[in-house]
């Protein structure tokens, strides 16, 4: 197999094809968690949040948003806002998997898409919602060189943060609290090896840790 299939079949295997019946009624939302292969190397597509956004302004981010009436699950909500935000059309996206759900602070339950994106992809930001949008090599969420952990709680133990200077740029981005978990989640799965510095959850099994977090958040509800 190429990298890309070997990709493939690693997420696959800890991908959710489960629906989630009994939970209570929440507010749904799908973040889109786009890979692509560049020069023989797994990158991770990211955004910047718009500065004039009321929450989370600023802020690096996968593309993503709340459930629309019209959405037909999951899926259909990532790639659509992924559409509405960067200009990714769903006919050149190669969706994964989904990752078992996650609760955020505020209530919001959150599931993550991942995909394939061709290369090269010339985003279109839409600049209500995405200021900038940049990839770096997925192995970054791996290392420990410019990564700090906080012994604050987050939704999956304690806060990750990165510091990631874009050499094309010089723009350095914070990429932090839940976007870092995930790309650590999905980097780990997708090359196969485990992060330098500690995570604070499991990542032999990341869909029985992370059910057992949203069950001990919902009995806090």
Not at 89 to 96: E, F, K, M, N, R
Not at 115 to 135: G, K, L, M, Q
Not at 184 to 203: C, H, Q, W, Y
Request: hydrophobic share 40%.
């Amino acid at each position: 197999m190429d990298l890309k299939e070997k990709t493939v079949a690693a997420l696959k295997k800890h991908g959710s094809g489960e629906r989630f019946d009994g939970l209570p009624a929440l507010p749904e939302a799908s973040v889109l968690i786009p890979l692509l292969l560049r020069d023989g190397q797994l990158r991770l597509l990211l955004t910047v949040r718009s500065v004039h956004l009321k929450q989370h302004a600023g802020e690096v981010c996968f593309p993503g948003g709340k459930r629309e009436a019209g959405d037909r699950d999951e899926v259909h909500t990532a790639l659509r806002e992924a559409e509405e935000e960067i200009g990714l059309h769903p006919d050149t996206v190669q969706v994964i998997c989904r990752l078992f759900p996650v609760l955020n602070k505020t209530g919001l339950l959150i599931t993550p898409v991942v995909a394939f994106i061709e290369d090269p992809f010339e985003a279109r930001p839409n600049t209500d919602e995405v200021s900038e949008v940049f990839s770096l090599p997925l192995d970054f969420f791996t290392k420990e060189a410019d990564h700090s952990g906080y012994p604050v709680p987050s939704v999956f133990g304690p806060t990750h943060s990165f510091m990631y200077t874009d050499p094309g740029t010089g723009r350095v981005h914070q990429i932090w609290g839940l976007t870092a978990a995930l790309a650590i989640t999905v980097a780990a799965l997708a090359l196969g090896k485990k992060p330098e510095f500690e995570v604070g959850f499991d990542l032999d099994d990341p869909a029985a840790g992370f059910k057992d977090v949203l069950k001990r958040r919902l009995s806090k509800l």
